[in-house]
Nanobody, 127 residues
């Protein structure tokens, strides 16, 4: 069992930056693929970014590619999401998630591919 806690959300103007952190407790995160998802009001939770166990393999949703960067520090049991050039449409609750299983890219872009979730952190981007 692993517990995930997100932090770093807040209110920022369009064009600004935020860095989200996800800290795990209970187990090391080195054995999990880690993902970030987001959910805007009235919408389904959607994939944002993925980093595989080794840390060298990442993937992003098309809407954030080139603006967001996911990274992990297994020693600190923390996963980060650096978000630059934020847009109002990035406004959502952002969730960190850990996956025990193995699969293709589509597996990790699905909510069902993850076993553990944090409580979420609100990101609001004003225009």
């Amino acid at each position: 069992q692993v517990q995930l806690v997100e932090s770093g959300g807040g209110l920022v103007q369009a064009g600004g930056s935020l860095r989200l952190s996800c800290t795990a407790s209970g187990r090391t995160i080195s054995s999990y693929a880690m993902g970030w998802f987001r959910q805007a009001p009235g919408k389904e939770r959607e994939f944002v970014a993925l980093i595989r166990r080794s840390g060298g393999n990442t993937d992003y949703a098309g809407s954030v590619k080139g603006r967001f960067t996911i990274a992990r520090d297994n020693a600190k049991t923390t996963v980060y999401l650096q978000m630059n050039n934020l847009k109002p449409e990035d406004t959502a609750v952002y969730y960190c998630a850990a996956a025990r299983g193995y699969g293709s890219g589509s597996y990790y872009k699905s909510v069902s591919g993850y076993d553990y979730w944090g409580q979420g952190t609100q990101v609001t981007v004003s225009s």
